[in-house]
Nanobody
Framework: QVQLVESGGGLVQPGGSLRLSCAAS????????MGWYRQAPGKQRELVAT???????NYADSVKGRFTISRDNAKNVVYLQMNSLLPQDTAVYYC?????????????WGQGTQVTVSS
């Protein structure tokens, strides 16, 4: 199986920065997509950003220009650099791995890390 461990969450002031990390271990397929999702209290989980094993990225409109997703394929680690943070960014952030197979895909999730943006 796959294990995803997130780190880097915490409390930050509006306008500040945080860097989240997610370390993946286990059966990681060569073709995969890793990403970050977030869920605020009372809200639906939403996509923040994804990055494929080939390096292609996708961002939610709400974070474009502020967040940057990257990965180290050799270490199976994905990062989310969050700049110009807003109170609206407050949420639990979850790391996701989607393993692609010729018959489909399977998703794995981390335990989540809390990000709180407030004064």
């Amino acid at each position: 199986q796959v294990q995803l461990v997130e780190s880097g969450g915490g409390l930050v002031q509006p306008g500040g920065s945080l860097r989240l990390s997610c370390a993946a271990s286990g059966s990681i397929f060569r073709v995969n997509v890793m990403g970050w999702y977030r869920q605020a209290p009372g809200k639906q989980r939403e996509l923040v950003a994804t990055i494929s094993s080939g390096g292609g990225t996708n961002y939610a409109d709400s974070v474009k220009g502020r967040f940057t997703i990257s990965r180290d394929n050799a270490k199976n680690v994905v990062y989310l650099q969050m700049n110009s943070l807003l109170p609206q960014d407050t949420a639990v952030y979850y790391c996701n791995l989607r393993n692609w197979r010729n018959v489909g895909w399977i998703d794995y999730w981390g335990q989540g890390t809390q990000v709180t943006v407030s004064s």
